[in-house]
């Protein structure tokens, strides 16, 4: 809050400026006044500026001890003594104050004009013994500053206000535990006090308290100070200092810029001259936090761009060995693929073999029973000279109807190991020119070749042989079936040995 109203302090002060310009504007025609009239217009004039600009004060209340010294109203001329003292005091103009002091008749002052008076001598002896900070002249004008405040005391009964302010001192512990920060605090807030005088409550509590509670009241102190345009003030001047004891040195250096920055728009010499003493240490200080952590800001980056790069060149190698780990894996996966093949291979080579070796066995264990019998009639023909008994069985081999028997046979077995090869075949061809089976065929001329060729058996000689065809026909057929194919001539072959052997179930 306060550094939000400090941003706004422009404001405040043109708002003051303005009440002192309706001020003069009312006055302006007043110079014919009596006495009272003009006094009573210097005396607001001077409280105006009393803590907004000393040169301003200081013309208006030299005007004020004139005019009473003129009319010889001695009440007024120490009253109006007593006021430009004490912004003498506010100053820093110390002998000065003393000058004015020393002109005070104290004889037959009324009780507030001695209350005024010593609040007046208290007030300076205390500056002047921070001023001269010094362990032996600075206790003697602090002990007259202790003993003008209890003539205060004694000169005038304390109001109510004042009395409870007065019990943030008391150190009865009994009323200590329940006249609490907080109760003070509250008590300032809701009295309905001006913004100057709830700013010079907050300070003058806040010489009972230490710590964050001091703190708190002399922030308070410092807002209001902002918002009544006080540009007299220690209130923003001890902030700094607490704040800088609690080792908030940012916010220390923030306030004691504030500070100088309002008591020389006042001109308070000696505010200047203590600010002036501070302010190096606390901009050393806050220079040498800076300075550490840009060094920490420094020491991370280092680390983490350390860290960065380790965790980088750890991710390269990680990602090296990610690429080595999957080229390898797809080595296996392309060898087990290789592996998987030739397995399908190997096994439907072995049941081709088993299959065919079976089926081999079984025909030529017939064929030798057959030539076997037909052996022994012969035989029995041939003692009995019965050669036309011998003729009749030898026509009665048909050589073509064995090898269409036999064929017959071979498509079987075919067909029942490659149960899709007549449609998978014909998938290669144009539909107009695919080859199907006629009724009561298992194959055809042509399917029964690339069948041949399927089961591996590649020279067309042994095709040939087997077909009872020459190679030239064999040749004939097979170019004569590539070149109306859906795929090149040359890629015929390799599609006819993809055609999947029982319907691809390989039990692996």
């Not at 345009?229 to 004691?256: H, P, R, V, W």
């Not at 299959?355 to 081999?360: T, V, Y």
Request: glycine share 4%.
């Amino acid at each position: 809050m306060l550094k939000t109203e400090i941003s706004r302090e422009q404001h405040y002060d043109l708002q003051k400026q303005s009440q002192i310009l309706k001020l003069k504007h009312r006055f302006l025609n007043n110079d014919h006044a009596g006495y009272k009239s003009s006094y009573q217009q210097d005396s607001l004039l001077f409280e105006e500026y009393r803590s907004f600009k000393y040169d301003s004060a200081f013309i208006y209340v030299n005007r004020m001890i004139n005019l009473s010294g003129f009319y010889q109203s001695k009440s007024n001329v120490i009253k109006s003594t007593i006021a430009l003292g004490t912004i003498l005091l506010n100053s820093g103009m110390y002998k000065e104050a003393f000058d004015q002091l020393e002109k005070i008749d104290t004889n037959g002052m009324t009780t507030r004009l001695q209350s005024d008076y010593h609040i007046f001598r208290a007030r300076l002896y205390h500056g002047i013994a921070e001023y001269d900070n010094d362990a032996v002249y600075s206790k003697v004008y602090l002990e007259k500053s202790e003993s003008d405040f209890k003539n205060v005391q004694s000169a005038g009964p304390a109001n109510h206000f004042e009395k409870v302010i007065d019990l943030a001192f008391n150190a009865d512990p009994v009323k200590q535990k329940r006249l609490t920060a907080d109760f003070f605090f509250n008590f300032l807030t809701h009295n309905n006090l001006t913004d100057h005088n709830l700013a010079m409550a907050s300070t003058r509590v806040s010489f009972a308290f230490t710590g964050e509670d001091k703190i708190r009241f002399l922030t308070l102190a410092a807002i209001n100070d902002i918002r009544s345009s006080t540009k007299e003030t220690t209130a923003i001047l001890m902030l700094g200092q607490e704040l800088f004891k609690s080792g908030n040195s940012k916010d220390a250096y923030f306030c004691i810029q504030q500070a100088i920055k309002d008591a020389k728009f006042y001109g308070a010499r000696g505010h200047q001259v203590q600010i002036e003493a501070i302010l190096p240490i606390i901009a050393g200080k806050l220079l040498a936090e800076k300075q550490l952590e840009r060094d920490k800001f420094l020491i991370c980056f280092l680390l983490i761009s350390f860290t960065a790069a380790a965790l980088f060149l750890v991710l390269f190698i990680f990602h090296k060995q990610i690429l080595r780990i999957k080229a390898h894996e797809l080595v296996i996966s392309r060898k087990n693929n290789e592996l998987q093949e030739v397995n399908e291979k190997l096994w439907e080579s072995s049941r081709i073999k088993e299959e065919f070796i079976g089926l081999f066995f079984k025909s030529c264990s017939t064929h030798i029973e057959t030539i076997e019998k037909m052996k022994r009639k012969i035989q029995h023909n041939m003692k009995l000279e019965n050669y036309q008994q011998v003729h009749i069985l030898l026509n009665n081999v048909q050589i073509e109807r064995e090898r269409a028997k036999l064929n017959e046979t071979l498509d079987t077995m075919f067909l029942t190991l490659f149960p899709n090869f007549i449609s998978s075949f014909n998938m290669l061809l144009h539909e107009k020119d695919q080859l199907w089976p006629k009724a009561g065929e298992t194959l055809n001329a042509s399917l029964r070749i690339f069948a041949l060729i399927r089961l591996g058996i590649n020279e067309l000689e042994t095709i040939a042989k087997i077909l009872n065809y020459s190679a030239s026909t064999v040749y004939t057929y097979k170019v004569r079936i590539k070149s109306k194919a859906l795929v090149p001539a040359e890629d015929f072959e390799k599609k006819i040995m993809e055609i999947k052997f029982t319907d691809g179930r390989y039990p692996g």
